[in-house]
């Protein structure tokens, strides 16, 4: 959510920021990504009801060229295949139908590029973006 409006798929939720924080908290089912724009423009990206993510601590410093919100026929092109493949073994899928399966239940898929060939996904009910 930006300023009241939800994120459609395809929707840029931020780009060209270094990660300053990442902070998971598995009791609220939340996760903070705290990154600041050109040193000096800081935003909060908070997603809620997280049910898997491949953002974590050691990705303090860590430049985001792109976030953007995705769905399941995304994910399955060839240019997301490292980030599924890892999800796949992380949750111990053997198929990408988990993808379809998710976005049933209604979870969104949020995938985060950072240079070439770097992907993080994060698989949550919502995320809300904030300036600071």
Request: charged share 30%.
């Amino acid at each position: 959510m930006w300023n009241g409006r939800e994120f459609g798929v395809g929707d840029m939720l931020f780009g060209n920021v270094r990660v300053r924080r990442v902070k998971l908290d598995v009791a609220k089912g939340t996760l903070l990504l705290r990154a600041v724009y050109d040193e000096r423009e800081y935003m909060d990206a908070v997603y809620r009801d997280v049910f898997y993510t491949q953002l974590n601590e050691d990705c303090a410093g860590v430049s985001i060229t792109l976030a953007q919100r995705a769905d399941a026929a995304e994910l399955k092109l060839a240019r997301h295949h490292r980030g599924v493949l890892r999800l796949m073994r992380e949750c111990g899928c053997s198929s990408d139908l988990v993808l379809d399966e998710m976005e049933s239940r209604g979870y969104r898929f949020y995938a985060h590029y950072a240079g070439r060939d770097e992907e993080y996904l994060v698989i949550a009910r919502a995320v809300s973006v904030t300036q600071r």
